[in-house]
């Protein structure tokens, strides 16, 4: 036996390591791709007023799943914040057709909304998913990190997961512009 350790334990402990990691990727890793329809979900904003995703079929989304708690998170919310002052339907009025979407994934509202706050996320539709990732919309988009964006196109499909800013940035260009 110890011979067999001696002469196979490296290779089984890199096998094991190996696999750990790939295990661990593929749990991390969205649910959903590219060219997939995203699920429908009504949940409510802030004030209690009810939201669809739905209701925004014909324009550009991006769903953000984020967390006030969530260093990375907030460290991207001013290259959000960035994105909607540019390509934003509410504020900007230069490219209609762009709406985002976050949902804090939370167990805090107070913290959540002073982050909000904090971070200057000025678009309308914030959800709050409680219970962390076993929240209702979390668990339906398979979200177990943050953050986690999907871009989704006027038909609901998904033409783009956690995009660097520049590559919303390139996407909504190529797409909203061209019209």
């Known amino acids: ?4 350790l001696k002469k196979y334990g ?19 890793k969205p649910r959903f791709v590219q060219g997939e329809v995203v699920p429908d979900f009504t949940a409510p904003l802030p004030d209690g007023t009810p939201f669809t995703l739905s ?3 014909g324009d550009h989304i ?3 799943f984020w967390g006030s708690w969530c260093g990375p998170c907030r460290k991207a919310n001013p290259g959000l914040v960035r994105i909607f002052q540019e390509f934003g339907t509410e504020t900007s009025g230069k490219s209609p057709g762009f709406h985002l979407v976050s949902v804090g994934v939370e167990t805090d509202a107070q913290r959540w909304k002073a982050a909000i706050k904090k971070d200057g996320l000025i678009w309308p539709y914030h959800l709050m998913d409680t219970d962390l990732f076993k929240g209702e919309i979390a668990r339906l988009y398979g979200v177990r990190e ?8 006027p038909e609901g499909v998904i033409i783009g997961v956690n995009l660097s800013e520049d590559k919303l940035r390139q996407v909504l260009t190529e797409r909203l512009r061209a019209n």
């Open 62 to 64: 991006l769903l953000d």
């Open 146 to 153: 943050i953050p986690t964006t999907y871009l989704i196109d």
């Open 10 to 28: 490296f290779w089984i402990l890199a096998a094991g390591l190996l696999l750990a990691v790939f295990g661990k990727y593929l749990y991390l």
């Open 55 to 57: 209701d925004l079929r």
């Open 1 to 4: 036996m110890m011979s067999f």
